[in-house]
């Protein structure tokens, strides 16, 4: 079973940046892939970028260049950077974890069985 923990949400301006952090625990957490998700205001939650268990990375194509993910396996941790945020990003934000093939067709919400409780991000 593996649990997740995001943290470092908060309130930032436009234009900046901010780093988000998944602990993870568990058994297996090393061998799955891993995504960031996010759930703007009356919206559905939506994938941003996946990470597989030697490190390939996904960006979906409405972050690219905006985002970066990133893992420590010895840490136990999940991070995503994010520069130049705009209204836009703001929401909850989700990591996940699960036997997903990162590079197939889809990747989306229910490819991942693991969810962390989310971290609030606002941008204004």
């Known amino acids: 079973h593996v649990q997740l923990v995001e943290s470092g949400g908060g309130s930032v301006q436009a234009g900046g940046s901010l780093r988000l952090s998944c602990l993870a625990s568990?058994?297996?957490?090393?061998?799955?892939?891993m995504g960031w998700f996010r759930q703007a205001p009356g919206k559905k939650r939506e994938g941003l970028a996946y990470?597989?268990?030697?490190?390939?990375?996904v960006y979906e194509d409405t972050v690219k260049g905006q985002i970066t993910i990133s893992r420590d396996k010895p840490r136990n941790m999940l991070y995503l950077q994010m520069d130049k945020l705009e209204l836009g990003d703001t929401g909850v934000y989700y990591c996940?974890?699960?036997?997903?093939?990162?590079?197939?067709?889809?990747?989306?919400?229910?490819?991942?069985?693991?969810w962390g409780q989310g971290t609030q991000v606002t941008v204004s």
């Open positions: 990470i597989d268990y030697d490190g390939t990375t």
């Open positions: 568990g058994y297996a957490y090393t061998n799955y892939a």
């Open positions: 996940a974890a699960g036997d997903v093939e990162i590079d197939s067709d889809y990747v989306g919400e229910t490819s991942f069985g693991y």
